[in-house]
């Protein structure tokens, strides 16, 4: 199947639902699936982005822009998600968890609004991966239309170059618990943190990044091209990561990879996989 077939099956599995609530987050992802849905429905469809204390704030600042100037109806809804006790104490199961409270959110919404259906930005390509998030928003009703069309990752950013979408190269992300290792618990303090690290990094010009956070120590995962900016500024990189309270930074040698909290995990143990 051509990319342009696959784009007219998903225009057509789109058009086909009569109203779409999509879940936002202003990521290559659902960002094209909203401008697409937009396209299609134009006043039945609308973006959703859950605003919790996983996300960061410059990053929920930069969607509603994106939503601004592409004209993408948007509301943020809380999700507060430090409230609930069995996702603060970050079992392995944590992000399966996570994504059962999100859907019953969205659901919620979408039943006020009276619309037809949920979707979500999940594509071929994670499905190479294990994402209990997946499992979790499809036991809920919640579709995946890119699935649907057999789009993969880079047909998405494809598609999204060829639409003029600002965001067609931007890094995969994913929630700050993330960082987290499982059975430590998540709290605003740990979260900020690391917040606050991976944003500094950031300005250094460093794109695809994490800061994995155990216990007072900084495990910075990086690209082997981004490499030399840490090195060549290690002294400051040290100085601000302990005024945010780290006490020692490293260097993973490995270099950025998903899923990195997961290796320690049996491999029988599948529920809590993260990015």
Excluded at 78 to 86: A, H, N, Q, Y
Excluded at 98 to 104: G, L
């Amino acid at each position: 199947m051509t990319l342009s077939d696959k784009q007219k099956q998903l225009k057509a599995t789109i058009a086909g639902k009569g109203s779409m609530l999509v879940a936002y987050s202003g990521g290559v992802d659902s960002t094209l699936l909203a401008d697409i849905a937009h396209e299609m429905l134009q006043e039945k469809m609308r973006c959703v982005l859950l605003d919790s204390e996983v996300v960061p704030r410059a990053a929920v600042s930069d969607a509603k822009k994106l939503a601004g100037d592409l004209g993408l109806p948007l509301e943020v809804i809380s999700l507060p998600l430090l409230e609930d006790g069995i996702f603060c104490s970050n079992p392995d199961n944590r992000c399966y968890h996570c994504k059962k409270i999100s859907s019953q959110a969205l659901k919620k919404r979408a039943g006020e609004l009276g619309f037809a259906c949920i979707a979500d930005g999940m594509n071929v390509s994670d499905l190479g991966e294990h994402r209990p998030g997946l499992q979790a928003s499809t036991e809920e009703g919640i579709i995946h239309p890119f699935i649907e069309a057999a789009i993969t990752k880079l047909d998405i950013r494809a598609i999204a170059q060829d639409r003029g979408l600002p965001v067609w190269q931007k890094p995969s992300a994913a929630c700050l618990s993330s960082r987290i290792p499982y059975g430590n618990p998540i709290t605003r303090e740990n979260l900020g943190m690391i917040e606050v690290a991976e944003a500094y990094l950031s300005d250094l010009g460093i794109g695809q990044l994490r800061v994995r956070l155990h216990g007072t120590v900084a495990r910075i995962e990086v690209h082997n091209e981004d490499r030399d900016k840490i090195l060549g500024n290690t002294a400051a990189i040290v100085q601000e990561f302990r005024e945010i309270g780290f006490h020692y930074v490293t260097l993973d040698l490995e270099g950025y990879r998903t899923g990195s909290m997961d290796e320690v995990l049996e491999p029988a143990d599948e529920k809590g996989r993260q990015q």
